[in-house]
């Protein structure tokens, strides 16, 4: 849904090119003359908002220049005193599927805490090997993230 605002909004180059392209088909058709084409092109390449734009083809019949990506940010709403999340933010667990290569990181960052870390304290407190604290936790951090990092999205989302 459009707001009103929408108008306010400012375009890029991409979508003044745009306009004077659908502005060039609607000359070949003939509803536009030579003169009026020229006034209209030089008016959209001037053109700073996307209601200068719409303005240009307010008269004539499809095609006209998709402005759809000059819109106003999504807005955050709050339900509830959650936030609500619009569709370009960043996917929640509950959205990403675990693949081969997640399980078997996560596997490996289970046996690391499970393991590892017991292991660990075991050798520091007998040995007096304090420093295999290090890479059982930099295996620990490293296979938890890269198991999140190789799940891929739900399919359908």
């Given amino acids: 849904m459009e707001n009103a605002d ?3 909004i400012r375009i890029s180059d991409a979508e003044r090119d745009e306009a004077v392209t659908a502005l060039g088909a609607h000359m ?3 509803r536009l003359t030579l003169a009026e084409y020229e006034d209209r ?14 303005q240009l083809f ?19 709403v709050r ?28 596997f490996v960052a289970a046996l690391s805490l499970f393991l590892g870390i017991p292991a660990a304290i ?11 604290f290090i890479p059982v936790g ?3 951090i490293v296979a938890g993230a890269s198991s999140e990092a190789a799940k891929k999205p739900k399919p359908g989302t």
């Fill in 122 to 132: 075991l050798l520091t407190v007998v040995a007096g090997v304090w420093w295999v």
């Fill in 138 to 140: 930099v295996v620990l």
């Fill in 58 to 76: 307010g008269d004539l019949p499809a095609p006209h220049p998709d402005l759809r990506s000059a819109t106003r940010p999504a807005q955050l």
């Fill in 28 to 30: 070949s058709t003939g």
């Fill in 41 to 54: 092109c030089s008016r959209a390449l001037a053109a700073r908002t996307r209601g200068e734009l719409e």
């Fill in 6 to 8: 929408d108008g306010e």
């Fill in 79 to 106: 339900s509830a005193g959650r936030r609500v999340r619009d569709a370009n933010a960043r996917r929640g667990s509950d959205e990403l599927v675990a693949t081969p290569a997640s399980a078997a990181l996560g």
